[in-house]
């Protein structure tokens, strides 16, 4: 099972040095007995290169620079992020990150896979499930539908909507006119 399930995350990953995937995506997170609460926002990527909105801001990584634009205060923040920011705002580099961190299962059920990440040390995080389906029956390009991290007593949920590949190359840089620029790098 290991191997196919390798092939499948390399795949994935693959797919995503090749082709720009652009999706909207909501995020919801439970805290249990209460009411979960829901995010809304659209993602874009190429590789690790991205472009991010959610929670009033922009966010854009070019490969070297992190741009944070704040919409409500008109601030664009430049930075040279650490590489546990990238994963914070870019959950399928995240995936790939834990692959190496954690041991990995994986199943498939009416063409959904099923790939699940428990850490192999001790961390605030329990286990993490992405969810992929293959694009074209019996493909082997797949596309994430769910990504889901279990924390104790909470669980956060990012699904994926309207989940597109393109050949279209993209600038992953903010330009903001008549932003504020805070260059931390």
């Known amino acids: 099972m290991k191997l ?53 801001t922009q966010a854009a990584y070019d490969g070297n620079t992190l741009y944070m634009y704040n919409i409500d205060a008109n601030e664009l923040t430049l930075s040279t992020p650490a590489q546990e920011e990238l994963y914070q705002a870019n959950p399928l580099l995240f995936a790939k990150a834990m692959n190496e961190a954690c041991e990995v299962t994986e199943s498939t059920a009416n063409g959904l896979t099923t790939i699940v990440f ?34 104790g007593a909470q669980t956060t949920t990012v699904l994926f909507r309207n989940l597109r590949y393109s050949d279209e190359l993209r600038e992953y840089i903010l330009k903001p006119e008549g932003a504020f620029i805070n260059d931390i790098r």
């Open 118 to 151: 428990v850490p192999k040390e001790a961390v605030g995080i329990d286990k993490i499930t992405l969810k992929v389906k293959p694009l074209t029956t019996g493909g082997k390009d797949y596309a994430p539908t769910t990504i889901t991290v279990k924390e």
């Open 4 to 56: 196919i399930l390798l092939s499948i995350l390399q795949a994935l990953f693959a797919l995503l040095g090749q082709k720009t995937m652009s999706t909207d995506f909501t995020i919801t997170v439970q805290q249990q007995a209460s009411q979960p609460i829901s995010y809304t926002g659209k993602m874009t990527m190429h590789g690790e290169q991205f472009t991010l909105e959610a929670f009033g």
